[in-house]
C-alpha cells in the first residue's frame, strides 16, 4: 500500500511560533529511573526490578478505525487535501515514555535506535485519519492545507489497568498561510491486561494514537475551517515559511 507521507521530501513549517506557547509535558513517574543496558528480551520486568522496560515502537493497535463515527457527519469538499509537516517532540523527558506501578514501579524507556514518538505519532495519523473521510495529501506539493502537530505527551501508566494518553497542540493552515484553527486534542486508551507487557504497552500506544485519529480528523472546529475556509475560534492570523525537512514514514503494521 502507498504510504501517504513518503511521497515527498518538501515540508512547510508551520507556525512555530504561535505553537511555542504550549506547555510541555510532565511525565507521571515520580523521581528518577535508572536506565541500564539492557532488558529482558521479552518484555517482561527485569529481576528485582532493576531496571526500565525498553520498547521499540511500531503500530500495534487493539482496536480498528470506528467508521460508524462518519454518520451524520458532513463530507469535506472533495478537493481538500491535507499535508502533516514533521511532528515537533516538545516532551521534557523524549526518552521516557511510561511507567508500571504494578511492575516493582518501572519505567518504560525508548529502546536504542526505535522510531521517535513523533515520528510514530505521525505515521499513524496519514494511515489512520483517511478512515474517517480525512484525505492526506502524498507530498506538500499536492496539498490545499498543512496540519503542524507538537507533540505534548506520549505516555502509558500501568497500574491497574494501562491508562495511556497522547496530547498535541494543533495549527492547521492554509495554503495561503492563513491560519485556521488551533488548539489541543487528546488520544486516549485504557484497558486490562497481563501485567508489565510488551505487547500491552504498544497496544495502548496504538490506540490512544488511533483515537487521537479520529478526534483530529472529526474535531467540527477543523472539519468547518476546511470547508469554509474561515478561522474557527476567534480570528488568528499567521504567515508560515516553506522549509526543506523530511517526510517520516508510517510505522510498520504487525502482521
Known amino acids: 500500500m502507498h504510504d501517504p507521507m513518503s511521497g515527498s521530501r518538501s515540508t512547510r513549517s508551520a507556525f512555530g511560533s504561535l505553537l511555542c506557547r504550549g506547555g510541555r509535558a510532565v511525565c507521571l513517574a515520580a ?11 521479552s518484555g517482561s520486568n527485569s529481576p528485582n526490578g532493576s531496571g526500565p522496560m525498553a ?42 515514555i511510561g511507567f508500571s506501578a504494578e511492575g516493582d514501579n518501572t519505567g ?8 521517535a514518538p513523533a515520528e510514530f505519532v505521525r505515521g499513524v495519523l496519514a494511515k489512520e485519519m483517511p478512515n474517517y473521510g480525512f ?3 502524498s507530498e506538500a ?13 506520549f ?13 498535541v497542540d494543533v ?29 500491552n504497552f504498544l497496544n495502548v500506544f496504538s490506540d490512544s494514537t488511533l483515537d ?3 478526534k483530529l480528523a472529526l474535531r467540527p472546529e477543523i472539519r468547518t475551517a476546511l470547508t469554509t475556509g474561515e478561522p474557527q475560534g476567534g480570528q488568528p492570523s499567521a504567515v508560515p515559511a516553506v522549509a526543506e525537512t523530511p517526510a517520516a514514514d508510517a510505522p510498520p503494521a504487525t502482521p
Open 31 to 41: 523521581g528518577l529511573l535508572q536506565v541500564v543496558a539492557a532488558c529482558e528480551p
Open 55 to 96: 520498547l521499540q515502537l511500531h503500530y500495534a493497535p487493539a482496536g480498528e478505525a470506528d467508521r460508524e463515527a462518519l454518520v451524520g457527519v458532513a463530507p469535506l469538499p472533495a478537493t481538500v487535501q491535507v499535508w502533516i509537516n514533521p511532528v515537533t517532540d516538545a516532551r521534557a523527558e523524549p526518552q521516557n
Open 108 to 115: 518504560v524507556v525508548l529502546a536504542e535506535g526505535a522510531q
Open 135 to 137: 484525505a492526506i495529501a
Open 141 to 153: 506539493g499536492a496539498s490545499t492545507h498543512t496540519l503542524q502537530l507538537k507533540l505534548l505527551k
Open 155 to 167: 505516555w502509558v501508566h500501568e497500574g491497574g489497568t494501562y491508562q495511556g494518553e497522547v496530547m
Open 171 to 199: 495549527a492547521l493552515g492554509d495554503n495561503a498561510g492563513q491560519l485556521l484553527w488551533q488548539g489541543t486534542v487528546t488520544g486516549t486508551d485504557k484497558h486490562w491486561g497481563k501485567t508489565f507487557t510488551q505487547e
Open 212 to 214: 487521537l485519529s479520529e
